[in-house]
């Protein structure tokens, strides 16, 4: 008896389909599994075959043969366990051959027959609905995940009996049924979300993070964290110890404008791949903010291994990535980020495969001015200059370069830590930035890039754009040329003065880009530092 079934895995954030072919016939009794598999797909043989014993459903003495194809595509993972099983199940005529027709099938299966969470439902549950499959059946613990994508089906089962039973029904109602972008709410345990449901609670979500109101003194390092957050611009801390640089990177978050739905499943479908998400959580919901600790290697921060995985820097994407006493990472690690705060993307290179993670990230990093932190406050410091300069030498020109704001602190005055009012809350900071925000939206949504990137702040502009929506009047380019020649800029560090500029004159609520943007976009680059 010969049957397939529908199932799905991802390769990067994508997903592609992968039909399980299962054949029972006569012969020595044997379970062979084919189709060019991981360790944990070839494992599934076992799980699955002590899992239907345990659910009561006996395995035929015959020669089982499972494909799964396209066989040259690699498969990893726990989810074919589920799709196997059904398959066997068909071919043993447990149930009619159309009752699975239409259906995806994606789960781990555990010893006594229970379904355990896979990771990539998401973005297999997307490229399903893209391509007219009806519905999916998955772990119930991944249910609420899938039922975020509108016009499909997705079912979560418990056990193998509970998606044997739905299908001896051909089609009754059996395992929980989500149905997204219907405005009905599922049951309250999955705690899944409509599409409609995602949208308001995008909106309604109150920020976790500590107030900047918390935060004594710094005006120009908070000032500059607005800018950054309003457009979305890379950062630098230089401070002694205990100025706040950390206090205020662990704050940020707070006054970045809300995730987008797009932005939050494009997110959720990037944690989904990594197994990121928690059981039954169905959106990321706030911006990611990700902090990796100095001895990280390039792995961790950009993603990789064997069968690459998505690091740190794609988990922090429409994010932030603060990278605390930056120059204590490695050197190669700080200069593997070159090319995807360029290209908002990591592209990983393997023999079976390439693969683009995305990272549109903000890099904010926090350094000291020196190895003990003090100087140039030379009764604390006693750090040679030859000491500076290999220091601060750890972090390459390049990487510099693509660090839009430059703020050095100074040591908080003790009458500043005694002032008890008077600082600025998150909240009255982040209704500037949404001002921003806003026109940003407007001017981005009127006028079409000639790129395919679509922009939603400025630091996404692309050099062949920047002129387009940074112009300058007669006055801000006399400025611009005598700025170039004073403070010797490389085109790239004129095209980010000009995007700060553009975020500044937003705040600011203008249309044109004046000279005092353009001073004060100048003035958090520092030149040599």
């Given at each position: 008896m010969y049957c397939k079934i529908l199932s799905g895995g991802?390769?990067?954030?994508?997903?592609?389909?992968?039909?399980?072919e299962v054949d029972i016939d006569t012969g020595l009794p044997s379970f062979s599994?084919?189709?060019?598999?991981?360790?944990?797909?070839?494992?599934?043989?076992?799980?699955?075959?002590?899992a239907l014993k345990n659910a009561g459903f006996s395995l035929p003495a015959a020669r089982i043969t499972i494909n799964l194809a396209p066989a040259d595509v690699h498969k990893e993972g726990s989810g074919y366990d589920l799709p196997i099983a059904v398959g066997i199940l068909e071919a043993m005529q447990y149930f009619p051959g159309e009752s699975a027709e239409g259906i995806l099938f994606l789960g781990e299966l555990g010893l006594g027959g229970e379904l355990k969470t896979v990771r990539g439902v998401l973005p297999i549950v997307q490229?399903?609905?893209?391509?007219?499959i009806r519905e999916c059946i998955v772990p119930k613990g991944n249910a609420a995940e899938g039922a975020v994508i509108p016009g499909i089906i997705v079912r979560g089962a418990e056990h193998i009996g509970q998606v044997v039973e739905f299908l001896q029904k051909n089609g009754e109602r059996a395992a929980e049924r989500i149905l997204p972008g219907n405005g009905e709410r599922a049951a309250e345990k999955i705690l899944p979300r409509t599409i409609v449901e995602a949208e308001n609670l995008l909106r309604a979500k109150t920020s976790q993070y500590d107030d900047f109101a918390q935060v004594s003194g710094q005006g120009m390092a908070k000032r500059a964290a607005e800018i950054a957050a309003a457009g979305f611009h890379n950062l630098?801390?230089?401070?002694?110890?205990?100025?706040?640089?950390?206090?205020?990177?662990?704050?940020?978050?707070?006054?970045l404008p809300p995730l987008s739905l797009e932005e939050s499943l494009e997110v959720t479908g990037i944690y989904s791949v990594a197994g990121e998400l928690k059981e039954g959580q169905a959106l990321v919901t706030e911006r990611?903010?990700?902090?990796?600790?100095?001895?990280?290697?390039?792995?961790?921060?950009?993603?990789?291994?064997?069968?690459?995985?998505?690091?740190?820097?794609?988990?922090?994407?429409?994010?932030?990535?603060?990278?605390?006493?930056?120059?204590?990472?490695?050197?190669?690690v700080i200069d593997s980020m070159r090319q995807p705060l360029e290209e908002r993307q990591v592209q990983i290179a393997r023999v079976q495969e390439n693969i683009a993670y995305p990272a549109n990230i903000m890099l904010v990093a926090a350094m000291n001015p020196c190895p003990c932190g003090y100087y140039p406050d030379r009764n604390r410091c006693r750090c040679t200059e030859g000491q500076i300069r290999k220091y601060r030498g750890k972090v390459s020109g390049p990487i510099m370069d693509r660090i839009d704001l430059w703020v050095e602190l100074q040591a908080v005055a003790l009458k500043e830590l005694q002032q008890k009012t008077g600082e600025e809350t998150t909240a009255e900071i982040q209704k500037r930035v949404l001002r921003a925000r806003k026109r940003q939206e407007e001017r981005f949504a009127g006028s079409p890039n000639r790129s395919?990137?679509?922009?939603?702040?400025?630091?996404?502009?692309?050099?062949?754009?920047?002129?387009r929506f940074c112009p300058l009047d007669n006055a801000g380019k006399r400025l611009t040329e005598r700025l170039y020649e004073t403070l010797q800029l490389g085109a790239r560090a004129y095209?980010?003065?000009?995007?700060?500029?553009?975020?500044i004159a937003d705040l600011a609520g203008e249309?044109?880009?004046?000279?005092?943007?353009?001073?004060e976009a100048a003035g958090y680059r520092p030149g040599e530092m």
């Open positions: 991802v390769m990067g954030i994508s997903a592609d389909f992968v039909w399980v599994l084919v189709g060019s598999l991981g360790n944990e797909v070839r494992e599934s043989r076992e799980r699955v075959s002590v490229a399903a609905k893209a391509a007219g630098l801390l230089i401070g002694p110890p205990g100025a706040g640089k950390s206090m205020i990177a662990k704050r940020m978050p707070g006054i990611p903010f990700r902090a990796p600790h100095h001895t990280s290697t390039s792995v961790a921060l950009l993603g990789g291994g064997r069968y690459p995985r998505p690091g740190l820097i794609s988990l922090a994407h429409k994010g932030i990535l603060f990278m605390d006493e930056l120059p204590e990472f490695r050197r190669e395919s990137r679509v922009y939603r702040f400025n630091a996404d502009i692309r050099a062949e754009d920047v002129e095209h980010r003065i000009l995007k700060v500029a553009r975020t249309e044109q880009i004046r000279e005092e943007h353009l001073l």
